[in-house]
C-alpha cells in the first residue's frame, strides 16, 4: 500500500506540472495533404529571417500605423504583432498637400508590424492555416492574407484568409475585373453571429482550401466563402490567371484607415497572437 500510495502522489504532481505546460496543437495530417512549410514561431526572439520579411513605412488603405521590423516577435511559442502608440517626425515628409497620403502625413503616431514570405517563400494550391488570437478593438484591423507573385494588383490576385475590422469577420478575393472596379468576392460574419461573448479571447483556426477550380475559406472548420475561380478569368488572351499562379503570404496588424476606422491612444498597445502558421498540399 506505501508504494501505491507514493505512486498516487508521483501520478497526481506530473498531472499538476503537466496541466502548466503549453502544448502547441500538432500539424494535422490526412490521406490528402501533406505538410510542405510551417513556422511554429517556436524560439524567442526576432521571427525566423528565412522565413519573413517586413513592410516599411505607411503603405496602404491610409492605415495610421507605420509599419516596422520592432513590432513583431516571438514569446513563448508564439508569434506577437503589436501596435504600439509610437510619436516621431514621418522620414517620407514632404509637405501636408502632397498627393501622396503617405507623403502628406508629418508624423507618425502609431506603429505595428507587416510580415511577408514575398521573395522567400510562395505556393501555388494547397491548405493555408493559421492559429491565432486576434485583437478586435476599436481601429483594430489584423489580417492574414495572400498575393500573387506575377503582376501589380489587383491583377496579381488578393486572398484574404482572415480579416477583421469594426465588428465584422472578413473572407474575401479580389482580382481585376473587365470594368474600372476592382472584382470582390466577400463574404462578412459579424462577431454576434458566433454565439459567444468569450470568442474574441480565445484561439481560433483559419483555413484555405485552393485548387485550380476553387477557393474556400473556413474558420475552425466553418465555411465562411467559396470563390468559383472560373470568375476570376476574364477571357482566354488574359495575361495573369490571378489564382492559377504561385501566392506569398503576409500576416499583419493594421489600425484605423480607411476599413479600420476610428482609434484612440488608450485602445493601445494592441496584440495580435499567432500560435503557428502551415501549409499543406496535396500528396500526388
Not at 3 to 21: A, D, N, P, R, W
Not at 240 to 258: C, D, E, K, R, T
Request: with cysteine; aromatic share 14%; net charge positive.
Amino acid at each position: 500500500m506505501r508504494f501505491i500510495g507514493k505512486f498516487l502522489v508521483l501520478g497526481v504532481v506530473l498531472m499538476l506540472l503537466f496541466s502548466f505546460v503549453k502544448f502547441k496543437q500538432k500539424p494535422s495530417f490526412s490521406e490528402d495533404y501533406k505538410l510542405i512549410w510551417a513556422d511554429e514561431f517556436n524560439t524567442n526572439g526576432r521571427p525566423d529571417k528565412k522565413n519573413w520579411n517586413y513592410e516599411t513605412g505607411f503603405v496602404r488603405n491610409q492605415e495610421n500605423q507605420w509599419y516596422q521590423k520592432e513590432n513583431a516577435y516571438c514569446k513563448d511559442g508564439f508569434l506577437i504583432i503589436e501596435a504600439r502608440n509610437e510619436k516621431r517626425a514621418n522620414p517620407d515628409f514632404v509637405s501636408k498637400t502632397h498627393k501622396d497620403w503617405a507623403k502628406s502625413r508629418d508624423s507618425i503616431k502609431v506603429t505595428s508590424s507587416c510580415l511577408i514570405t514575398r521573395g522567400k517563400h510562395s505556393w501555388q494550391y494547397g491548405r493555408f492555416e493559421m492559429r491565432a488570437k486576434i485583437p478586435v478593438g476599436k481601429g483594430m484591423w489584423p489580417a492574414f492574407w495572400t498575393l500573387g507573385v506575377k503582376g501589380n494588383w489587383p491583377a496579381n490576385g488578393e486572398i484574404d484568409v482572415m480579416e477583421y475590422y469594426t465588428g465584422k469577420i472578413l473572407a474575401n478575393a479580389a482580382w481585376k475585373s473587365n470594368k474600372p472596379q476592382t472584382a470582390w468576392d466577400s463574404k462578412t460574419v459579424m462577431l454576434s453571429e458566433f454565439k459567444d461573448d468569450s470568442w474574441a479571447d480565445k484561439f481560433h483556426i483559419w483555413r484555405m482550401d485552393w485548387d485550380a477550380k476553387w477557393i474556400k475559406l473556413y474558420v475552425d472548420d466553418q465555411l465562411l466563402n467559396e470563390i468559383n475561380l472560373e470568375e476570376t478569368i476574364r477571357d482566354k488572351n488574359q495575361k495573369i490567371i490571378p489564382f492559377q499562379q504561385a501566392h506569398y503570404l503576409l500576416v499583419n496588424l493594421a489600425v484605423g484607415g480607411i476599413n479600420g476606422g476610428e482609434f484612440t491612444t488608450a485602445d493601445l498597445p494592441s496584440k495580435y497572437t499567432i500560435d503557428y502558421i502551415r501549409v499543406y498540399q496535396k500528396n500526388k
